[in-house]
Nanobody, 118 residues
Framework: QVQLVESGGGLVQAGGSLRLSCVVSGVYAVGWFRQAPGKEREFVAAIRASASTTLYADSVKGRFTISRDNAKNTVFLQMNSLNAEDTAVYYC???????????????WGQGTQVTVSS
């Protein structure tokens, strides 16, 4: 059973930064997704198990950075220049294949709330 535990969410002012962490029990491709109230879950960023490749949604490109430390079984999402549209519950998820589709991610964390005040 793969377990994922997110942390690092909170309340931040617009223009500020947060770093989310996701501890994963195993080495898999990991994606970050977010879901705002009344909206569908959307892809944010993903990183291969080897960390050789990363992908970003256009809405976060240049502001967010995904990285991982496999020695610590942890994947990070550094979020800079946050704005109100980034407010959502953020989830990390693990997949056995390289994909950005949430339907292909089998294992999910419980989510962490990120709120950006304008």
């Amino acid at each position: 059973q793969v377990q994922l535990v997110e942390s690092g969410g909170g309340l931040v002012q617009a223009g500020g930064s947060l770093r989310l962490s996701c501890v994963v029990s195993g080495v898999y491709a990991v994606g970050w997704f977010r879901q705002a109230p009344g909206k569908e879950r959307e892809f944010v960023a993903a990183i291969r198990a080897s960390a050789s490749t990363t992908l970003y949604a256009d809405s976060v490109k240049g502001r967010f950075t995904i990285s991982r430390d496999n020695a610590k079984n942890t994947v990070f999402l550094q979020m800079n220049s946050l704005n109100a549209e980034d407010t959502a519950v953020y989830y990390c998820a693990a997949a056995r294949v390289w994909t950005t589709s949430p339907t292909n991610y089998v294992y999910w964390g419980q989510g962490t709330q990120v709120t950006v005040s304008s």
